[in-house]
């Protein structure tokens, strides 16, 4: 097509990345039948975090966990190897390979996401709702309980 040829890659990256997160968010009511089924205490206030189990189990603390770390530690390697190899990614017009890692990375775990919150629905049991908003030094009280 005519107007692809007038388009940079990069915008074509931002645009596609774009609907996918839009597509994304709007494929979380495909997990609304998961969800009907689960039981919830009734709401306790501000710091009641509403969408935990009520009957936590080994495998929904074992996955919501591991599939954070794991999260974590992909992206944190991620950065790690864009800060070793920052002269190769000085090219800003071009998506270089950690960008195209990143972005299929991002996607993986939106996915993994997705499956935990179908099939286990939540492992947080103990998490305040501002301690699970965080990352880091929030959740650290939330660690000691698993």
């Not at 931002?14 to 969800?35: D, E, R, S």
């Not at 935990?52 to 944190?76: E, G, M, N, V």
């Not at 939540?122 to 660690?143: N, Q």
Request: with cysteine; net charge neutral; glycine share 8%.
């Amino acid at each position: 097509m005519w107007f692809m040829s007038k388009i940079s890659p990069l915008w074509i990256v931002f645009w596609t990345a774009l609907l996918g997160a839009i597509l994304a968010t709007f494929a979380i009511l495909t997990l609304q039948p998961f969800l009907d089924q689960v039981p919830h205490l009734p709401d306790q206030g501000a710091a009641w975090y509403y969408w935990k189990r009520i009957d936590p189990d080994w495998a929904s603390r074992a996955t919501a966990w591991s599939f954070y770390l794991a999260h974590q530690f992909f992206f944190w390697g991620l950065i790690w190897r864009a800060v070793r190899h920052r002269e190769e990614l000085r090219d800003r017009g071009r998506m270089h390979p950690v960008n195209w890692i990143g972005l299929i990375g991002t996607f993986a775990f939106i996915g993994l996401h997705y499956l935990q919150t179908a099939i286990w629905y939540d492992g947080a049991r103990h998490c305040r709702s501002g301690d699970a908003d965080g990352s880091g030094e929030g959740l650290a009280p939330c660690l000691g309980e698993v």
